[in-house]
């Protein structure tokens, strides 16, 4: 089984509508993240979390909201999708300390139309 | 802020030739600093990694020195192989800011047989 799984892997969903993506992981690790790559831009930080109680904002919030059910569980929702929120989107876990390292979810390819 | 700035792609290069992708970062503490990379259709994952200046990371033939003085970390490969045809992300974590990673805007890179 993968360390971290994202589900769904694909989907298209219309402007306006409620979306979740869920993110589970199997490292133990305390910490998770969610990202959102786009061409030319690379990786941008959309929430991070340190425990269930710990949820920060990460450089591009806006649009987004985020649950930490348990240690091993982190969702995305983007409450009213709109067209430039089509991205992938990944997960990912790491430990403690700025030395460790981060394992990622096969991604979630998202596309509002 | 601690940011991260790398060669922009795609780069092609023939099998066996010698790869160089630049890599150059700003960070106000002592970050530790990562190569992750991307195959098709696949989440990130570890490359390799440095977390103090003059430490050479390595693996899979790759390698990169952490080399304060001119704030870089260079990726290097001696004869790259088709099968190294991928995304390559340098990336730095800093324990003053959260320990969060952050990421440049990856680099594509060809390999033709």
């Known amino acids: 089984d993968a360390d971290v799984t994202q589900t769904p892997r694909n989907r298209i969903t219309k402007t306006g509508k409620r979306i979740m993506l869920e993110c589970s992981q199997t490292k133990g690790h305390d910490r998770m993240y969610w990202y959102r790559q786009d061409p030319g831009l690379g990786l941008r930080l959309i929430y991070y979390s340190f425990d269930v109680k710990d949820i920060n904002k990460g450089e591009i919030s806006d649009g987004y909201s985020v649950s930490r059910q348990a240690q091993a569980k982190f969702s995305l929702s983007l409450e009213s999708a709109i067209p430039n929120q089509t991205a992938l989107y990944f997960c990912?876990?790491?430990?403690?300390?700025?030395?460790?390292?981060?394992?990622f979810g096969q991604g979630t390819r998202l596309t509002v139309v | 802020g601690n940011s991260v700035t790398q060669m922009e792609g795609p780069v092609t290069l023939s099998e066996e030739a010698f790869l160089t992708i630049n890599c150059t970062y700003t960070a106000t503490g002592y970050p530790s600093l990562f190569w992750y990379v991307q195959y098709p259709g696949e989440g990130l994952q570890l490359l390799l990694k440095a977390t103090k200046a003059d430490d050479k990371g390595s693996n899979k033939g790759f390698e990169a020195t952490y080399r304060k003085e001119t704030t870089s970390f260079h990726l290097e490969k001696g004869s790259v192989q088709v099968s190294d045809s991928a995304v390559y992300f340098c990336a730095l974590s800093d324990r003053s800011k959260d320990d969060k990673i952050i990421f440049g805007k990856g680099t594509r890179l060809h390999i033709l047989p």
């Open positions: 990912a876990t790491r430990g403690q300390g700025a030395n460790t390292e981060a394992f």
